[in-house]
């Protein structure tokens, strides 16, 4: 029996960097453009304010995340519930819309994904495998969403 293989990302400029969230590919949602998908996600936690489209209009991924960090803006009530589902629109929209983007996701097979890093225990694996690896997680769910020929994230259903 053949180990499944584990692809390990984390850089946007490294091996599989598209894999981040940081990487510089714009996404299409909510009728708008967003530099990256780290954008999108992270103007979410300010859905229908002002705040929402500063976060969009950010330089740099890194700033769209400082500014979702902030706790200076009042992050939506829901956040929580609703953080994993947002994470899975963009991440599909990203995909979907770069057909270089879904030819390298696709080409991993079976492979297990790992955001591996020590900066999240949440998103990534925690350095030491110990964390939920949930875009990891999320990454291998819209492979197989789009090899079963769907191509949206909605409502909570991929379609």
Known sequence: MTEKKTINFYLANGEYG???NFSRDPVYLKDKRWPTSEHYFQAQKFAGTEHEEAVRM???PMEAANMGR???????PDWEAVKDDIMREAVMAKFVQHEKLTSILLGTG??????????????????DGSGLNM???ILMEVREAIQQGKSKYENGHFI
């Open 70 to 76: 902030e706790r200076t803006r009042p992050l939506r």
């Open 135 to 137: 875009l990891g997680k």
């Open 18 to 20: 598209c894999f981040s």
């Open 58 to 60: 950010a330089s740099k």
């Open 110 to 127: 079976d492979a297990e994904l790992v955001e591996h890093t020590a900066n999240d225990r949440y998103w990534a694996d925690g350095g």
